[in-house]
């Protein structure tokens, strides 16, 4: 019997759906197939407003962020899941402060995406997600521990990947958006062939459609990795431990 999960979304909804989507269809063979679960759907709007007064340096600025986040987690707990997740990448820059008085685990993206590359790490990635992912260091220590080399794109390029976020992948033309991402790709490194590019963002997937659900692949001789896969994997085992 698997525990039911609960999933924080809304962050921004297609990112839910893609999750929602993956967990279903990694879930059984048959259409019917899907585990029991909740979804707290957040409103973006919110979100980013209190995003928009958080301060790297002021912790007490990232309260309304945290609670906001935290609050969710209790609603899912008392709709009887045992373990939750959130649909999105970027609040996991504040994951120990939203989960500190947390009544259910959490399953974290970042140690998903370290647990499966543990067993064959590359030596060296870049992180492809918003500009408070490449910027952070989100990833950074748990790749490093593994003997990861993290190469950070320089500012403008930063920028540029924030562009096609918004020129494809936000307006739901991801697959359209494949050609522009291998380019974008190509650019950042002189060997792309030997570097892993982890999709640290929900919205890139689509970019992809032939791999939807494949946590390591390849596309035009690039290696990624999908971070989306790799958690719902991480999601699915903890609800069945």
Known sequence: MTAKIGLIGGVGWPATVAYYETICRASGSEAIDAPDMSIESLDMSKALEALGKARADDEDSWAAFDNYFSIALGRLAASGCKLAAIASVTP???LPAITRNSPIPVVSVVDATAELL?????????ILGTSFTMQGTLFDKALEDLGVEIIKPENDKITALTELLHQYFYSGRGAAGHEALIEYVRSIVTDPDNVLFVLACTDLTPAFPENVGQALFSSSGIRFLDTTAAHVDAILRASQS
Do not use: D, G
């Open 118 to 126: 543990a067993s064959n790490p590359p030596k060296r990635a870049v």
């Open 92 to 94: 996991h820059i504040r």
